[in-house]
């Protein structure tokens, strides 16, 4: 059974998608610059469609899961089974209104106020909740510069790292939803196709929990291992070999967090380890 897997064809999560399926050993293949769809390493199709059309096409049954923000996934309302968090595609659609409104909180913003936003379900909805009445001028793209065109008071539109907010003269006033970017399946998959599924996320799985573990080895004294042991938790404690000469020293090896690598090393070093390596881990099944 081959599943198809709907997977943005362009965009802000494009290239992240399919670095990650790559990763995981599906590898994308086939695939011209404008094909619409691509075998991924044999076991899943890739159908490459809009990132605002996969909600609707994995609801509808036109592919069996699919990669999407979840602002997308949310605005699209469909029941929709959420199946993995991948981790990147992270940014918040949030509340903007320009500098010189005097608004500064959701309070502040009126009853009959316009919203220009391309979410309007998730505007509508998040106005609705705090029983503000608003009225939402629905726009594609570019919600940014509807305040300065007077077509509307206020945006709801999405933002990382705040510089087109800036840049549009608009301040961040509240945080509708966070987002980022989701492995989604529909409800109606038949257990075989669940099956596939559920291999599909370890393979996604392990390469996330990969990115964030280095590889470590050392030769380390055998009078320091007990220090060593503390500063190496690994997975289930580091893995300690012995060295052919059979002398002084032992080989440790552990999984550790890259964040902490700096620091650990410079533990070891101080332990009077040796010969320290460090290397990334491609995949990570615990
Ligand atoms: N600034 C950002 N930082 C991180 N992720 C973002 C950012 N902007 C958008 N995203 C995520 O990427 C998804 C797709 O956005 P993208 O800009 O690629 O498509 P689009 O603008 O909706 O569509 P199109 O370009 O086809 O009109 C968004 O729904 C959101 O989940
Ligand atoms: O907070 P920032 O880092 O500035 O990111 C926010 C911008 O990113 C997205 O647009 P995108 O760049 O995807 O362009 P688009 O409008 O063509 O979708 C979003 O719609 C914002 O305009
Ligand atoms: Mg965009």
Redesign the pocket.
């Known amino acids: 059974m081959l599943l198809k897997i709907a997977l ?7 290239e992240e998608v399919r670095e990650l399926f790559n990763d995981a050993g599906l590898e994308v293949r086939g695939r011209g610059e404008r094909a619409l769809t691509a075998s991924l390493g044999g076991e899943f199709e890739a159908i490459f469609v ?3 059309d996969i909600p609707e096409f994995v609801a509808d049954g036109a592919a069996h899961a699919g990669v ?5 996934v949310s605005e699209a309302g469909r029941e929709l089974e959420h199946l993995m968090d991948l981790e ?4 918040r659609l949030v509340v903007a209104a320009r500098e010189e409104s005097g608004i500064t909180h959701s309070n502040d913003v009126r009853d009959g106020m316009r919203v220009a936003s ?1 979410f309007p379900r998730l505007t509508q909805d998040y106005f609705a909740r705090r029983g503000q009445s608003i009225t939402v001028v629905p726009v ?2 570019a919600a940014e510069i509807a305040p300065h065109l007077g077509i509307a008071d206020i945006v709801v539109d ?4 705040g510089s ?1 907010l800036k840049m549009n003269g608009l301040r961040e006033v509240a945080t509708v939803l966070e ?3 989701r492995l989604v399946s529909s409800k109606t998959n038949v257990p075989e196709a669940r099956k596939r599924l559920d291999e599909l996320k370890l393979a996604l799985g392990s390469v996330l929990a990969a990115r964030g573990k280095r590889y470590l080895m050392a030769n380390v004294p055998r009078d320091s291992l007990a220090g060593v042991r503390e500063v190496l938790p690994g997975l289930n404690g580091p893995t300690v070999v012995d060295v052919l000469d059979g002398g002084t020293f032992v080989a440790v090896h552990a999984v550790v967090a890259a964040k902490t690598i700096y620091r650990t090393v410079n533990a070891l070093k101080a332990l009077g380890c040796e010969g320290i390596l460090v290397t990334r881990i491609e995949r990570l099944v615990a």
Do not use: H, V
Request: charged share 15%.
């Open positions: 943005p064809n362009k965009g802000r999560l494009s809009r990132a605002q999407t923000g979840w602002d997308l990147f595609g992270k940014c391309c594609s793209g999405l933002t990382s790292t087109t987002s980022s970017a």
